[in-house]
């Protein structure tokens, strides 16, 4: 991407029409989109259920073709396998396969992109350290309750050092917790990472604490787009906070906004704080006087291979942006260097993402039965060929290829 101002995903007139068997239109899922995601932001693409969203984002991945208009992805068509590399996608739903635990999944992922062991292996032990699930990362993922599966999710998405993120609702199933640390999350990879992030959300608390420009969508078409700042500014009122005011002085305030301004005071009230935060204070208390809790465990340091900045402002991350919740205006600064891993992979990985074949979409199908065994074979040895048969050298391209 270089020092370059082009904008990272360009979509002009985008739109997509979903036919029934008789070539009919169906549904207009996209319509005549137009939008634009400049190097190094956070950008947000807001809308109810059914907007159009992860519609957009599927033709972004090069994985629906738009009936008209056309969107590019780093500069190119998005069937491009060349940037299928730089791009790391987390789905609408983890699509996880419920025998793997979360190193096997990590592993599994690095290996379609072809990064060699030693590398793969650093990794994957920062990914499961960062997101929290170091403690947790022997155990099936099919086991994992829904923000330990948008965990790995988010894991996965990094694996290969994207330079543009594109986050499905990636907070869903988290608690608020968890919410608060994958917000955090984001904020630091774009500000110290560089990466540029796409999240796509009907959460407007999650958007309005990292994103700095937003579209918002209803039925395939964007009502609204712009600096996040902007668009939620009410220019129209003047708001005034102080310590708690006497009476008599609220009195003598009221008198002056209403005789020398002529106009009327709306509410003079002492202000709450937002639930979130409130709860956040809570929990972070309870969880000092008694550290140990079963499940995912709070992530935050930051995995060191992830490019654009240095190791030592990542340790702490969750509790430095803990209360940077105004995100810095985007620098456009370099991008890093794309990760120098083999180009067809990656098409494969964002395919394993969505394709339905042997994959199970989060905990739900989890419960399904384990997979068929052989006959004479125990469950246990049935999941263990897989597994191994899973991490067999893919493509007949060894753990040697890189090293
Ligand atoms: N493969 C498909 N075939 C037919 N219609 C589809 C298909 N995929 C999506 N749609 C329709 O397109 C519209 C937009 O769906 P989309 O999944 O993009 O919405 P969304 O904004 O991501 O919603 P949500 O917030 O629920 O995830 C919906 O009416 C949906 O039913
Ligand atoms: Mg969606």
Request: proline residues 5%; charged residues 30%; negative net charge.
């Amino acid at each position: 991407m270089g020092t370059d101002h082009k904008p990272v995903v360009q979509a002009v007139g985008l739109t997509k029409v979903f036919r029934d068997f008789w070539y009919r239109s169906r549904v207009v899922a996209v319509d005549r989109l137009d939008f634009d995601i400049r190097p190094n932001e956070v950008f947000g693409l807001l809308g109810p259920n059914g907007s159009g969203k992860s519609t957009t984002i599927k033709m972004m991945l090069g994985l629906l073709y738009p009936t008209h208009g056309r969107i590019s992805v780093l500069g190119r068509p998005p069937t491009d396998v060349a940037i299928k590399s730089r791009i790391g996608y987390l789905p609408e739903e983890s699509y996880l396969y419920r025998f793997l635990n979360a190193r096997e999944t990590l592993d599994y992922y690095g290996r379609l992109f072809q990064i060699n062991r030693r590398d793969r292996q650093r990794r994957v032990d920062q990914l499961l350290e960062m997101v929290g699930l170091t403690r947790e990362s022997r155990r099936r993922v099919g086991e994992y309750s829904k923000g330990m599966a948008r965990r790995i999710g988010l894991a996965q998405a990094l694996i290969n050092d994207p330079d543009l993120l594109i986050l499905d609702e990636p907070t869903t199933g988290l608690d608020p917790i968890g919410t608060r640390e994958i917000k955090d999350l984001i904020v630091f990879l774009n500000r110290e990472k560089r990466k540029t992030v796409l999240l796509c959300s009907h959460l407007l608390a999650d958007v309005e604490d990292v994103c700095q420009r937003v579209a918002v969508l209803y039925g395939g078409r964007r009502q609204a787009v712009g600096p996040i700042h902007e668009l939620l500014s009410q220019e129209n009122l003047t708001q005034i906070t102080t310590d708690r005011l006497s009476e008599g002085t609220l009195h003598r305030i009221r008198q002056i906004v209403e005789e020398e301004e002529g106009k009327h005071v709306i509410s003079m009230t002492a202000p709450t704080a937002r639930l979130e935060a409130f709860f956040l204070k809570t929990v972070r208390e309870a969880q000092k006087a008694r550290p140990e809790t079963s499940g995912a465990s709070a992530g935050g340091r930051i995995a060191d291979f992830l490019a654009g900045g240095g190791a030592e402002e990542g340790q702490a991350v969750v509790e430095s942006l803990i209360a940077a919740s105004e995100v810095a205006p985007t620098t456009g600064a370099a991008q890093a260097s794309p990760a120098e891993v083999e180009q067809e992979p990656a098409r494969e990985v964002i395919q394993e993402l969505v394709s339905d074949d042997g994959i199970l979409a989060g905990r739900d199908d989890a419960v399904e039965g384990p997979p068929a065994a052989l006959p004479g074979e125990s469950v246990e040895e049935a999941d263990r060929r897989v597994i191994e048969e899973l991490l067999k050298p893919t493509r007949g391209s060894g753990d040697e290829r890189q090293e």
